[in-house]
């Protein structure tokens, strides 16, 4: 392992990458035990051949080159390289490579945080500061409508589309944070932000302030049930009423990266073997609890969308979700039309 630790370090990283990427190693969803195993196996025994057939023979070997070859070498594959990666932007990554259809999901597919997140007055990412955010743009009610306080982390923020489109007779209010499950009692090691929002509602805005309806949403944990009991327990004391959001349907990889992959192959039902089952459980469980214990109105994301399939588009061509796990935009406002007619 020594011998070939060069070798190894320089191999074992692009392995992993196009194994997570595409499955170049074994065909599978996640990186189970078997799959680790066959990277590397895989990446010690590229590096033995590389350390072999490559290393040794340029170091000490017949064809270790002289310095001026070694310049001339590596100017030439620098040049190839870089008419490699011109092409490929000139070509806009070679998009003849996919079908039609592949390339419009992949052009609806969103690389940046969505502008209606928020970001930056009412969702605080990890570049923001609570001082961003901004109190009488997200919890200043207007023209006496109803209101609603969506309360927690991104999968909170990514309501706000279908909220805002659904319920115009509501008035919106927003405090949200990236990694912040909206719980009185914390459950996890939250940032600073989070830390700030929310006492910032729990000890001071919500008692001072009527709110119509609390709506708690986040990429819950199963950990965060013990933190729900307490949240639950603080609002009945306060008289606010509150609603419970499940867990978002969440894949192991992009959706929009495994639908491509899928269209290209012709066998776009093999997404569904990329769906992660154990936020479907929790929701299951979190529906329990929230009949039998916590007494309050719970919104099943998996009840609402998955009849009896969870589906893939949000509308033609656009994925359902714009990461592993977050609703696009026209996916919020299709599971809010649902929520609102039932």
């Known amino acids: 392992i020594g011998l070939i630790s060069y070798s190894l370090y320089l191999w074992h ?18 990186l189970t035990r078997p799959i680790k195993i066959a990277v590397s196996l895989l990446s010690t025994a590229v590096a033995a051949l590389s350390w072999r057939f490559v290393e040794q023979p340029f170091r000490s070997g017949k064809f270790r080159p002289g310095r001026r070859a070694v310049f001339a070498i590596s100017g030439f594959a620098s040049l190839l390289l870089a008419a490699a990666a011109v092409g490929m932007l000139w070509s806009h990554g070679m998009r003849w ?3 039609a259809e592949a390339l419009k999901v992949a052009d609806s597919a969103s690389v940046d945080t969505p502008t209606w997140l928020a970001a930056g007055t009412c969702f605080l990412g990890p570049e923001n500061t609570f001082k961003d955010f901004t109190q009488e743009v997200c919890l200043a009610p207007e023209n006496g409508k109803p209101s609603i ?41 939250d940032s600073e932000n989070c830390e ?44 606010i009423t509150v609603v419970l959001m499940g867990p978002s349907i969440e894949y192991d990889k992009p959706e929009a990266r495994l639908l491509v992959l899928a ?22 469980d979190m529906a329990e609890l929230a009949r039998s214990r916590w007494h309050v109105p719970y919104i099943s994301i998996y009840d609402d969308l998955c009849k009896p399939d969870c589906p893939v588009y949000a509308t033609d061509s656009v994925p359902l979700l714009f990461d592993r796990n977050h609703l696009q935009a026209e996916a919020s406002i299709l599971l809010f039309k649902d929520i609102r007619a039932n």
């Open 149 to 189: 306080l969506f309360l927690g982390d991104s999968h909170a923020a990514m309501l706000r589309p279908g909220l805002a489109t659904v319920f115009p007779d509501r008035e919106l209010m927003q405090a949200t944070a990236s990694d912040c499950a909206p719980l009185v009692k914390r459950m996890r090691q």
């Open 13 to 30: 990283w692009p392995i992993i990458v196009f194994q997570d990427a595409g499955g170049m190693v074994m065909h599978g969803a996640i």
């Open 263 to 284: 269209l290209r192959a012709g066998k776009p039902e093999e997404i569904q073997e990329h769906r992660v089952v154990g936020p479907q459980m929790l929701d299951r």
């Open 196 to 239: 700030n929002l929310l006492n910032f509602v729990f000890n001071d805005y919500l008692l001072h302030h009527h709110v119509g309806t609390l709506l708690l949403e986040a990429r819950w944990r199963r950990t965060d049930l013990e933190g729900l009991d307490a949240t639950i327990e603080y609002a009945h004391a306060h008289n």
């Open 97 to 99: 490579r996919f079908p």
